[in-house]
């Protein structure tokens, strides 16, 4: 069972690292040593190894008598390589909480920094930039256009921003997903989960510090979420991505290093290690759950996804 407080690091994330750290590594892989290694240092020279800082962040929206106040003051912290899950009931200010850390949004007040960049000192064409070299998001409802194939879909946010992908990028990153014989098919060609791999591609293709996901699994049967889930995990371990995902099942919140959870806008309780049947009960706890839905159904087993 997760404690409440397990240290920064227990033996088994090491080993995870360490495995990491040791396998095998081609040059234009993700996980190719350097660039981890560039990727923990940030541009200023200073040695934060925070990819995600987010202090006091304050999210109204509305105005006098409309008000609703969807972000109470947080603070929290995403390091570098870590994989956080975030729940919380309906309304509780989770897509706003991803949204203002991703440089979607921006907070009515408090600070958001990414990589040791203020995103509230951001004009919008500086936002927009760093969104595009620094951040991969993903949707719940994939987001992907149906008449280009898979190959055009992955790589059109590169194209919006008139650059190209290296050479062998795009193979390497639809094979990183499994999707390497589907680049010239169309997403109507696709199972729904391998639609998400091609939206985690698509945020894959710049190779982002951050992935911020939106329910990515919401839209997905249980083997297909994962597979996707699977594959999140992997990109924090192997190639020291920064992974935020919201989420409303405990099984996909135990593929997680930590779980936040959210209530009114507020940070009110983190588990780290979490597995699902720990998560169910905290969200019960948060009145997410009704009592019948807190015993986790026979797929959720006692450890976590690692
Ligand atoms: N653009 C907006 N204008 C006004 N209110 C908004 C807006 N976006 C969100 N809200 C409100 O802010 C609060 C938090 O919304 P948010 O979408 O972050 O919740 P959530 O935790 O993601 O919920 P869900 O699990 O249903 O997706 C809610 O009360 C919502 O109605
Ligand atoms: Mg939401």
Do not use: W
């Not at 972000?71 to 919380?88: D, K, S, Y």
């Not at 293709?205 to 594959?231: C, H, Q, Y």
């Amino acid at each position: 069972m997760a404690g409440l407080c397990a240290p920064e690091e227990d033996g088994r994330q090491r080993r995870r690292r360490q495995a990491a750290s040791e396998g095998s590594v081609g040059p234009d892989s993700p996980a190719d040593p350097d660039r981890k290694a560039a990727r923990a240092m940030p541009n200023d020279g200073s040695t934060t190894t925070d990819a995600v800082r987010m202090t006091e962040v304050r999210k109204v929206y509305g105005k006098r008598d409309n008000q609703v106040v969807a972000l109470n003051g947080v603070t929290t912290r995403f390091g570098r390589g870590t994989f956080t899950a975030i729940m919380g009931p309906s309304g509780s200010g989770k897509s706003t909480l991803l949204q203002c850390a991703a440089g979607l949004d921006r907070p009515t007040s408090g600070s958001v920094l990414l990589e040791d960049h203020e995103l509230s000192d951001m004009n919008e064409t500086r936002l927009t930039m760093l969104r595009r070299d620094r951040i991969g998001f993903i949707f719940q409802a994939f987001n992907l256009l149906p008449v280009l194939t898979v190959r055009q879909n992955v790589t059109l946010p590169l194209r919006l921003a008139g650059r190209k992908p290296a050479r062998g990028r795009v193979k390497s990153v639809l094979e990183q997903v499994g999707l390497g014989e589907r680049s010239k098919h169309r997403p109507a060609e696709l199972s729904g989960g391998q639609q998400q791999r091609v939206a985690i591609a698509r945020a894959l293709i710049s190779d982002p510090a951050v992935i911020f996901a939106d329910e990515p699994t919401g839209a997905l049967d249980t083997r297909t979420a994962r597979g996707v889930l699977g594959l999140l995990q992997h990109s924090a371990q192997t190639a020291g991505q920064t992974i935020v995902m919201v989420t409303h099942d405990p099984v996909a919140a135990s593929y997680a290093d930590r779980v936040l959870f959210l209530a009114d806008g507020n940070l009110v309780g983190e588990l780290r290690s979490p597995t699902a049947e720990a998560v169910a009960e905290r969200m019960t706890h948060l009145g997410a759950f009704a009592e019948e839905d807190a015993l986790p159904a026979p797929a959720m087993t006692g450890e976590g996804h690692r």
